[in-house]
């Protein structure tokens, strides 16, 4: 048989082929003279094949027939098919194929080989592709090299240790007797991958991490190895961009975090290192980017003094003014982790993340974003909203809906005055009305509704907003509401804030029957602009004829609900015209309802302050009732016993009917689980409970704070957190806070939690306190949810999670029943 080509020639005839199809025949023609080579055991071109065979595999193509021929290689005496077979195997083999087992004989014979090459090949090779029992079985040859005096094999053992530890974790105490002097070692390579050891094993076992904290005294060497780096003088072994062994440097501040991390001793020991190695790197090249970087992140997480805190920050601040869009974001997303904790340092910077509000980089734009809503409080709020409002203004339309809503957010916890926030939020649905979000409409009616002296203000405000635009619905809406309500206020004149402007009976009509007719109104404006005409008749006098033919006019429309009013409005000017007047009084203040439960800490950005609990009052308009329908068949069956209504979430309408078979294998023979009730259902007497009573007595008793909290659910990034809470009035009630938190890199939206109870307990579900879980931990979202339990039998539930992520609808069942004693007896 002739000598096959070589693997140089295969590649340069590879690279002639023109199409597609001839690259496959050449491969195809070339891998059957590979398998007659193999059927005719060729040992002495097995070596060329095979590596033939690796680029075909590296092409894309099917190379699982040469796996045996690579352990053939490993057998053989030969570096060179050595080296060839040990590639082949970690390309080829997993631990998925049982054939893999049949060279841990060979790999445990080369680690005890006189060559230290051939050892370096079967260490590369375990650390690479080991299985676990090949771990068990070769830990104990790792192990042995790990303490040799040569350096080439000890760098290569320290990284199989890794993957040993990570194989099997009850080994890890085998490796502890080599690490002692790992870090006494000058070769850099061995000190880089003894760093990489000792932070897996910190990172693995929480025991370990104790005992290098204690008895090994791990900090101070890792600071004298840091000091070195930092004060030597050039070594062109080492030097990258003028800074020495970056790499290594690296590793050991994060080594250092782990350590430092809640441990007083450790943090002080490394508190002057950290200061020195912030301070003397050059940040003029990537690596110091790099290295101050892994510092900062350093100081954040252990517990540093406050003063290296500030430092770091401003690190990060003058990482903000890199002409490098990566560290612009590193930074920004760095301060976004920091800003709850060192405010003040962080706001010293807000100019500058002001400014990231208008680079091209849409990254970089909403990560300052949401930092500029973070950085808001009481002091700088008129300068604040003036930027954000500029940036909502001009910003790409995927931005305007979180801005908008963070700015309704903001203005609300910080409004200066009543007049400043009713002009905030107008000019936010002026510039962005067709994305926000829909409870903004209902909010702002009760902001108006609470301010009395305003009343004639906001009228002529909105009146003159929406003259010959109807563009912004939400805007049109809330306008319509306020001529309903306050037109006489309008007409009359009686605005002091601002010049008043004439305007007569006719002509505020005019607008809303032009907003009536227009294309662009929807069917919910309309009903706005019709029920305002309606509300008029009482207010007005010279045109009331004008008002009842417009009614009687859309008495016929085609739109259903608009039909449905004005014959009503009808019938209240024929048969009831005596009741009109009262009917269509000038509403009262709407009072948010609040509980009599103790105050919660608020967060305010730089100032705390204790704040009650408050229950908003659920928007105005029709909701969808066929979700509340679906989920009154969660269990089955028609036998619906009473249920606590709550607000409706603004989950779409569909998504009830998935939670059919929620509760599973759970008994259901009896009292379902509360659901939202629809308007349409008529509502059933309430039993006392949940919210009755609590008008006297404190609302949770002093056991609260023994009952530990629990995980619920823990997958794919998205963290579930239960805490729990006794009633004082109802022992039988228990109050559980969900926290929902997010690990990942980018937001959760529309997250939706449902979850339902065994027959023999009755849930309430409350709103949630937004529908976005906020990346890296960044914030939370929390919802309550009340459990009466009146048998104290253990707690079950069953929980759904429905969410978007990375472009993706994501959806999982869990069912919990791990809940403590404390919550249920």
């Keep these: 048989m002739p000598a096959p080509i070589r693997l140089r020639e295969l590649i340069r ?24 080579s193999f059927r005719e055991e060729d040992n002495t071109y097995r070596c060329r094949n095979v590596a033939k065979l690796l680029y075909m595999h590296m092409l894309g193509y099917p190379a699982h027939f040469g796996q045996l021929e690579c352990l053939k290689l490993i057998a053989s005496q030969k570096f060179t098919d050595k080296r060839i077979g040990y590639l082949g195997a970690m390309l080829l083999l997993d631990e ?78 085998m490796f502890l007797p080599a690490t002692k002097n790992l870090l006494n070692e000058k070769n850099h390579g061995v000190l880089h991958t003894s760093v990489v050891l000792l932070t897996e094993m910190c990172e693995r076992s929480p025991d370990m991490l104790a005992h290098f904290r204690k008895n090994e005294k791990l900090v101070p060497q890792l600071v004298r190895i840091l000091k070195n780096l930092i004060m030597s003088g050039y ?15 690296v590793r050991i501040l994060r080594l250092l975090r782990i350590l430092g991390r809640n441990d007083d001793d450790s943090s002080e020991a490394m508190n002057d290192i950290l200061a020195q190695v912030a301070t003397n790197t050059e940040t003029s090249k990537n690596v110091g980017n790099a290295i101050l970087y892994e510092t900062v992140l350093t100081i954040m997480d252990i517990k540093s003094e406050s003063g290296l805190r500030v430092l770091a920050i401003n690190i990060l601040g003058r990482f903000l003014l890199n002409n490098d869009k990566n560290i612009r974001y590193v930074a920004l997303t760095s301060l976004l982790k920091t800003v709850q904790t060192d405010h003040n340092a962080v706001q010293r910077h807000r100019s500058t993340i002001v400014d990231c509000l208008k680079d091209l980089d849409v990254s970089i734009k909403r990560r300052a974003m949401e930092l500029s809503f973070a950085l808001v409080n009481g002091n700088n709020i008129r300068g604040m909203m003036k930027e954000l409002l500029y940036f909502l203004d001009s910003c790409e339309p995927e931005f305007k809906a979180d801005c908008a809503s963070g700015i309704f957010l903001a203005a609300e916890k910080y409004a200066p005055s009543k007049r400043w926030h009713i002009d905030t939020i107008m000019r936010v649905l002026t510039t962005a009305g067709s994305y926000v979000r829909d409870d903004a409409v209902p909010n702002l009616i009760q902001l108006i509704t609470n301010s009395v002296e305003m009343h004639a203000y906001t009228v002529q405000r909105l009146y003159k907003a929406i003259l010959g635009d109807y563009s912004q619905q939400p805007l049109v809406q809330v306008a319509a509401w306020c001529i309903g309500e306050y ?4 007409v009359s004149g009686q605005c002091e804030e601002e010049e008043p402007i004439q305007v007569t009976e006719d002509e505020v009509l005019d607008i809303l029957e032009s907003v009536l007719i227009s294309n662009m109104s929807t069917s919910v404006t309309r009903g706005y602009a019709l029920t305002a005409i309606m509300k008029l008749s009482t207010r007005f006098t010279c045109t009331v004829n004008r008002i009842k033919k417009v009614v009687s006019i ?45 105050t919660e800490i608020v967060q305010t950005n730089g100032e705390t302050e204790p704040a009650p609990l408050e229950t908003k009052p659920p928007p105005s308009g029709p909701q969808p009732t066929s979700q509340a329908n679906d989920l009154l068949d969660l269990l089955g069956g028609n036998d619906i016993t009473p249920v606590i209504p709550t607000a409706p979430t603004s989950k779409p309408a569909s998504a009830g009917g998935e939670l059919l078979d929620l509760l599973g294998d759970i008994s259901l023979t009896g009292a379902p689980t509360a659901a939202p009730t629809p308007a349409s259902v008529p509502q059933i007497s309430q039993p006392p409970f949940l919210l009755d009573g609590l008008s006297s007595q404190p609302l949770f008793n002093d056991i609260t704070a023994g009952i530990p909290s629990i995980t619920a659910y823990s997958k794919n990034g998205l963290k579930i957190e239960f805490t729990f809470e006794r009633s004082n009035t109802n022992p039988s009630v228990t109050v559980i806070t969900i926290q929902a938190s997010n690990s990942t890199e980018l937001d959760m939206t529309d997250f939706v939690f449902q979850a339902a109870v065994p027959k023999t307990f009755q849930l309430q579900l409350l709103s949630p306190s937004s529908s976005i879980v906020p990346a890296f931990n960044t914030g939370t979202i929390t919802q309550v949810i009340k459990v009466l339990n009146p048998q104290k039998q253990q707690l079950r539930m069953r929980i759904k999670l429905t969410y978007n992520h990375k472009g993706s609808a994501m959806q999982d069942l869990a069912e919990v029943n791990n809940f403590p004693p404390q919550s249920w007896q």
């Design 554 to 598: 859309y008495g016929s429309s085609i739109d259903v609900e608009l039909q449905q009013r004005a014959v009503e409005y009808n019938a209240l000017f024929k048969k009831y015209d005596h009741m009109r007047s009262a009917l269509l009084e000038r509403m009262p203040v709407m009072e948010k309802v609040t509980t009599n439960g103790p």
């Design 235 to 249: 070594s062109p072994e080492h030097d990258v961009s003028g800074i020495s062994d970056p790499f290594l440097q």
């Design 96 to 173: 998925r194929q049982d054939v893999h087992l049949l060279m841990t004989n060979c790999i445990k014979n080369d680690l005890n080989h006189s060559t230290q090459f051939v050892q370096g090949l079967a260490l590369c090779t375990l650390g690479c592709m080991g299985s676990s029992e090949m771990c068990r079985d070769l830990a104990g040859e790792v192990e042995k090299l790990l303490k040799t005096s040569n350096s080439y094999l000890r760098k290569k053992a320290a990284l199989c240790a890794v993957h040993v530890i990570r194989k099997v974790p009850e080994l890890m105490e």
């Design 13 to 36: 005839t590879i690279r002639t082929a023109r199409t597609q199809a001839e690259e496959r025949e050449m491969i195809q023609k070339e891998c059957a003279a590979i398998r007659s």
């Design 487 to 490: 037109g006489d206020l309008l």
